[in-house]
């Protein structure tokens, strides 16, 4: 079982930056082995992949609208997963979720919501223009 909590959003100006936390709350298996994504969501629209990290602190591509200015990062000491987000854009807004697969995959780490079985209860980003 995993618990996951977000926190770090707000309202930010467009160009400023925020950085978004996750922390994990685990069960039977330590924080270290879990692979951690972020998602967002803004209104009206489907949940988007943003960026996910491996056990291994190797992080997946990102998303193409995100690249170059949204960095994942995790502190295993910590259980907790971070996304830090530079030169905002008003599209950025949208509700940020951290989560984490049930399974154990090795080296590989997903990049699609359904592969994700744990979700933390999102944090509002909004960017004013």
């Known amino acids: 079982q995993v618990q996951l909590v977000e926190s770090g959003g707000g309202l930010v100006q467009a160009g400023g930056s925020l950085r978004l936390s996750c922390a994990a709350s685990t069960s039977g298996r330590t924080f270290s082995s879990y692979s951690m994504g972020w998602f967002r969501q803004a209104p009206g629209k489907e949940r988007e992949f943003v960026v996910a990290i491996g056990w291994n602190g190797v992080s997946t591509p990102y998303a193409d609208s995100v690249k170059g200015r949204f960095t994942i990062s995790r502190d295993n000491a910590k259980n907790t997963v971070y996304l830090r987000m530079n030169s905002l854009k008003p599209e950025d807004t949208a509700v940020y979720y951290c989560?984490?697969?049930?399974?154990?995959?090795?080296?590989?780490?997903?990049?699609?919501?359904?592969?994700?079985?744990?979700w933390g209860q999102g944090t509002q980003v909004t960017v004013s223009s």
């Open positions: 989560a984490a697969p049930a399974k154990f995959l090795g080296l590989r780490v997903p990049i699609v919501a359904s592969e994700y079985d744990y």
